[in-house]
């Protein structure tokens, strides 16, 4: 068991150290831009699977499909179209600010205002009542995985950052 405020305290203690490095901006750009080619392909499919779904429509009202190759066909590509989701573009630049503030911050702000904080910035948090503790590990929500992935802690008994969607496995 862990004790909430030790938590709390040790995260916002180690949020509070990170620093971004000087050329964070260039890093950011080239994410971006990665981002964007990512959210074209996911564009350019989705316009192909739209055109495939008008083409189908047009072949069962001509009577070259029955209704239920049409409607089992229109329900594939209908899922393929829910799947279809473009990347995150997120405010970097906001993100960054608060990162580059995130000890001042977290001292203005009340225990409810750092708990929502909390949750805008991490997925997870992992806690530990042993050596690692009180917080073991955090993994940052996907939109701000950019950004924590690039800034330093400055602190040897760093708490362990993990990669969005991976899971924390034992030492």
Do not use: C
Request: hydrophobic share 45%.
């Amino acid at each position: 068991m862990v004790r909430a405020d030790d938590a709390e305290a040790a995260l916002g203690a180690f949020l509070g150290r990170l620093v971004l490095p000087a050329n964070w901006q260039e890093r950011v750009l080239e994410i971006l831009q990665e981002q964007l080619g990512d959210k074209r392909d996911v564009t350019q499919e989705r316009a192909r699977i739209e055109k495939q779904l008008i083409r189908l429509k047009r072949l069962y009202v001509l009577g070259d499909l029955t209704e239920l190759e049409y409607l089992a066909e229109r329900d594939r590509l209908q899922a393929q179209l829910v799947t279809l989701t473009p990347p995150a573009m997120p405010d970097l630049e906001r993100a960054a600010e608060l990162l580059q503030d995130f000890g001042a911050i977290w001292e203005a702000e009340t225990l409810p205002e750092q708990r929502k904080t909390v949750h805008r910035l991490l997925a997870k948090v992992y806690l530990d009542s042993g050596e690692r503790g009180p917080v073991a590990a955090i993994e940052p929500k996907a939109e701000f995985a950019a950004l924590f992935g690039m800034a330093e802690s400055g602190a040897e008994d760093d708490i362990l950052l993990l990669e969005p969607g991976s899971e924390l496995v034992e030492w």
